[in-house]
Nanobody, 125 residues
Framework: AIQLVESGGGSVQAGGSLRLSCVASWHTYSHYCMAWFRQVPGQKREGVVV???????RTADFVKDRFTVSWDRAKWTLTLQMNSLKAEDTAEYYC???????????????????WGQGTQVTVSS
């Protein structure tokens, strides 16, 4: 089993930037597909970006060219860099992981069995 701990959320004005981090604690390292999701109260949780260290990397259209993801293997940290933030990016952001190769369907909630506690991002217009 692994634990995922997110940090870096906060409040920012539209046009600003935030960086979210997800630190993974592996009992035994295996191959994991990792992703960021977000959720607004009353709405479904949606996939933002996905990454694995075999080169699979997808970004949802609604954040393309604004959000990027990176992985620091030495620190077991998945980082989401969010630029040009908009009010509609306001949400709780969750890190997710699953012991498999990333593939199509990466934005399905049931593709992941490990979740962080979430970190709030608030963008004011």
């Amino acid at each position: 089993a692994i634990q995922l701990v997110e940090s870096g959320g906060g409040s920012v004005q539209a046009g600003g930037s935030l960086r979210l981090s997800c630190v993974a604690s592996w009992h035994t390292y295996s191959h994991y597909c990792m992703a960021w999701f977000r959720q607004v109260p009353g709405q479904k949780r949606e996939g933002v970006v996905v990454f694995d260290d075999y080169g699979y990397n997808r970004t949802a259209d609604f954040v393309k060219d604004r959000f990027t993801v990176s992985w620091d293997r030495a620190k077991w940290t998945l980082t989401l860099q969010m630029n040009s933030l908009k009010a509609e990016d306001t949400a709780e952001y969750y890190c997710a992981a699953s012991a498999r190769y990333c593939s199509d369907g990466w934005d399905r909630i049931d593709a992941y069995n490990h979740w962080g506690q979430g970190t709030q991002v608030t963008v004011s217009s």
